[in-house]
Nanobody, 122 residues
Framework: QVQLVESGGGLVQAGGSLRLSCAAS????????MGWYRQAPGKQRELVAS???????NYEDSVKGRFTISRDNAKNTVYLQMNSLKPEDTAVYYC????????????????WGKGTLVTVSS
């Protein structure tokens, strides 16, 4: 009843840019924090960036100054602008959001998208 769908991944050369989008849909009353995670082959999933409903953002150290997270509350969408991409940014990027849906229950729950692959070639 609540879905997160990512888009915007792809293959890019080192130094290039990509913009990821994640749209939430369904029976949504409120969206709280939203974030982007990534998981590289053989590694654990890690938080890349997060943004509160008040648009306060936090970033993992390796992406500070290169990535920018933003959100459009009217569209229930979160973005990740990725610049100066490096081969080590290669991973599947997942969207996560804390969403209140009264169709699901009285408390907000965490939801995940299925991921979008970002490949950065050297």
């Amino acid at each position: 009843q609540v879905q997160l769908v990512e888009s915007g991944g792809g293959l890019v050369q080192a130094g290039g840019s990509l913009r990821l989008s994640c749209a939430a849909s369904g029976n949504i009353l409120s969206i709280y924090a939203m974030g982007w995670y990534r998981q590289a082959p053989g590694k654990q999933r890690e938080l890349v960036a997060s943004i509160t409903s008040g648009e306060s953002a936090n970033y993992e150290d390796s992406v500070k100054g290169r990535f920018t997270i933003s959100r459009d509350n009217a569209k229930n969408t979160v973005y990740l602008q990725m610049n100066s991409l490096k081969p080590e940014d290669t991973a599947v990027y997942y969207c996560n959001a804390k969403i209140l849906s009264l169709a699901v229950g009285p408390a907000p729950m965490g939801y995940w998208g299925k991921g979008t692959l970002v490949t950065v070639s050297s």
